[in-house]
């Protein structure tokens, strides 16, 4: 079975559009009170007094691109699916709970400074990665499989011109041999 790039497309799009709706009306303000409710006490038993909300907010949305990529990935076996997305959620959530910890040593405690941005910004990197590292982890057959497609087709896209001719040196005969072998013996 021939999996069609654009097919895969469409249904990221139309399974991202109503997750991004909801987000975006009320599902970030629904995680935020879930966050705050089972980060914050993890976060004061680190020392953490505050936190600007407005600092990590915005980049708790990593949960839509993760689910949507683990929904289309094609001849993932359902029990890495849902296992996948359930592990996923819970990597993504402490990954916003280390995010909101790097936000109050960058900023809650030495203010708003260039330094302070220039610790915070790793952090963000991070933390938007995580949901694209998880799915790679979790298609890693899917992915090794398409590259190998890709690495097949770019090795006959190269063709024969690649390939070193016969009796040159360092080139191998049909029989795998070195045609440098055995030379200079008597």
Do not use: C
């Not at 953490?48 to 990935?73: K, Q, W």
């Amino acid at each position: 079975m021939k999996i069609r790039p654009l097919l895969i497309l469409i249904e990221f799009g139309l399974i991202t559009v109503p997750l991004v709706w909801w987000w975006t009306h009320g599902g970030l303000e629904t995680y935020h009170v879930i966050f705050k409710r089972l980060a914050f006490p993890l976060l004061q038993e680190v020392g953490v007094t505050h936190v600007s909300a407005g600092l990590v907010r915005d980049r708790f949305v990593g949960f839509i691109p993760f689910l949507a990529l683990m929904l289309v990935t094609p001849k993932m076996p359902l029990k890495r699916r849902l296992g996948g997305i359930g592990i996923g959620f819970a990597v993504i959530f402490f990954s916003h709970v280390g995010l909101t910890y790097w936000s109050w040593i960058s900023f809650g405690r030495d203010g708003q400074t260039a330094e302070s941005m220039a610790t915070y910004f790793p952090a963000l990197v991070i933390t938007d990665a995580v949901p694209f590292i998880l799915w790679a982890i979790f298609a890693n057959r899917f992915l090794l499989e398409q590259l190998g497609r890709v690495l097949d087709s770019s090795s006959r896209l190269a063709g024969p011109a690649s390939v070193p001719a016969p009796g040159k040196a360092g080139a191998a005969d049909s029989t795998g041999d070195d045609p440098g072998e055995g030379k200079g013996e008597g």
